[in-house]
């Protein structure tokens, strides 16, 4: 909602807690008032990740002591920092914002999560299973229903890989499909990212919207299959007999309210219908994943037709996962080239398929035209 902005600070400094004490003194100084904390840290295994994410929600709690932030820690790499985080801020429009341990609410319309977590000990599918069942009762504690969600970050540790209980990243689609089960989703399912981490088990942040479908709309790709109607032939898991529930997100969905609008944007790739492009070419594939994502939010969709145009919306953040490090210094020129002015971070990250190498997400935001 363009009532909230994004920025984005990173630290070279070492160990951990300095970077970390580093990036909490930026944030200060800009003097805003943050409500969300995304932090992509270098840890490569569960013990790490568990004492990064322990420190950083005490280091939070200290420098916040009335008004804390809600932290989500993620074990995705920042390219050329030790540590980096993505702020969520409130802007002077929103009249109230009311703090709980879990979650923030924005005058009394918007919730914000931080990061859900399961037991690292657990299957990906059952950690996704708990994770979905405390969402539940959060949501229903607060007066909000399951199909409120209008986005939804998926950090799932190593995404590919196919353990005994089924591809990990299958095991959280069958979970997120008896979640959504529970209710009817008759304006369509939330923008959403499925990622890769190096660990950490299964991670979820959320944002909705009360009465969501009053406020909301899914904004469909006619270039690419929505991923909720892929075929079989391009889910993973260990069984190839059994029926593979498919990923349930759309492509973007567009938030209204009286004082804000913006879209938020699906993780993105090389995709089109629903085969991958350029295999071997990561240069290749960011391009056709931004042309995809400029269609998408464009006046020639015609799912768009009298709602979004491109004049009136632009990139205020955007994420970009990368899988080889390799191919950093050709994807920095690319973005540096062409979004000097957007925020971007840009995270090592394994994804959802393995001939993928790029894949992108972001949040635009409405112009205001104060001409007369």
């Known amino acids: 909602m363009s009532q909230l902005s994004y920025k984005i600070f990173r630290s070279k400094v070492k160990p951990f807690d300095s970077a970390l004490q580093d990036l909490f003194l930026q944030i200060e100084a800009l003097s805003l008032t943050p409500l969300r904390l995304l932090l992509f840290c270098k840890a490569k295994t569960n013990e790490e990740y568990i004492r990064m994410r322990d420190q950083a929600e005490n280091t939070c709690a200290n420098h916040f002591p009335t008004k804390k932030p809600l932290v989500a820690v993620v074990a995705q790499a920042p390219f050329e920092a030790e540590l980096a985080i993505e702020v969520t801020y409130a802007n002077t429009q929103i009249t109230n914002i009311a703090y709980y341990d879990r979650h923030i609410i ?177 240069l290749q594939q960011l391009e056709l994943t931004m042309e995809n994502i400029a269609y998408l939010v464009s006046p020639e969709n015609p799912v768009n037709k009298g709602y979004i145009t491109a004049d009136n919306y632009s990139y205020s953040i955007l994420r970009i996962y990368l899988k080889r490090l390799s191919n950093w210094p050709s994807v920095k020129l690319w973005i540096t080239e062409n979004y000097t002015n957007v925020e971007t971070l840009c995270v090592e990250a394994d994804i959802c398929r393995d001939e993928l190498l790029v894949e992108i997400e972001g949040i635009a935001n409405k112009v205001e035209n104060n001409n007369s």
């Open 106 to 282: 924005l005058d009394n319309q918007v919730l914000l999560t931080g990061a859900i977590y399961g037991s690292v000990q657990d299957s990906i599918g059952v950690q996704s299973d708990n994770i979905f069942s405390q969402l539940t009762t959060l949501l229903s504690d607060n007066g909000y229903k399951i199909n409120d969600i209008v986005r939804q970050w998926n950090y799932i540790e190593r995404i590919t890989h196919i353990s005994p209980e089924g591809q990990n990243y299958q095991q959280f689609n069958d979970a997120r499909s008896r979640f959504y089960a529970q209710t009817e989703w008759p304006g369509g399912y939330p923008a959403a990212t499925g990622i890769g981490t190096a660990c950490g088990g299964a991670v979820v942040v959320v944002d909705a919207i009360r009465n969501s479908a009053k406020y909301s709309r899914a904004i469909d790709n006619p270039l690419q299959i929505s991923a909720h109607a892929y075929s079989q032939q391009v889910l993973i898991d260990s069984d190839i007999t059994r029926h593979k529930s498919t990923p349930k997100f759309e492509r973007a969905r567009e938030v209204n309210t009286a004082s804000s609008s913006m879209v938020y944007i699906s993780g993105t790739a090389a995709i089109r219908g629903e085969k991958s492009h350029f295999s071997s070419d990561a």
